[in-house]
């Protein structure tokens, strides 16, 4: 947006991206305020990287090291949201400076596994067992749909 914004600042002012992104952010910003402490995922930004993701894909090619830069921090966010999921479920509170290593690690060292969970819940399993279930049904999923794409990407281009 900046390395845009700075080729064509007419443009891009006057195009629609820049200030809807700055609406949006001064709405989201200063509407609610979130006492909960830590929170996880971008709720609050969403409409924003939708607007960002759509005005950008044409100049998305991701090769080479950003491909591995990009999959490692996706990748890395995930675990970090899955371990939270999986063991605090999201009742972080805002007092910790670093959630990651004071709370969320040595709680998954402990196996302190939240139990609240449908399959602990309705079926007694174990809430280690119900973490690493849900993580195999997700990869199992990504892998789907990964080769379900790449497979029709190649008939399209027959």
Not at 13 to 42: E, I, T
Not at 48 to 55: P, V
Not at 115 to 141: D, G, K, Q, R
């Amino acid at each position: 947006l900046i390395k845009q914004t700075i080729k064509t600042p007419r443009k891009m002012v006057m195009d629609y991206l820049l200030p809807l992104l700055f609406a949006s952010y001064l709405v989201f910003s200063s509407y609610r305020v979130w006492y909960g402490g830590w929170c996880f995922g971008p709720r609050h930004f969403v409409p924003l990287t939708l607007l960002l993701l759509y005005h950008f894909a044409k100049y998305t090619d991701v090769k080479g090291l950003r491909l591995y830069m990009f999959n490692g921090l996706c990748l890395s966010g995930l675990l970090y949201c899955w371990m939270a999921k999986s063991t605090l479920l999201y009742s972080i509170n805002a007092e910790f400076k670093n959630p990651l290593t004071e709370l969320i690690i040595p709680a998954f060292r402990q196996g302190a596994f939240n139990e609240n969970n449908i399959l602990t819940m309705l079926f007694s399993v174990s809430p280690f067992a119900a973490a690493v279930t849900w993580l195999v049904v997700f990869l199992t999923a990504v892998i789907f749909l990964l080769r379900f794409s790449s497979e029709s990407g190649v008939r399209s281009s027959e």
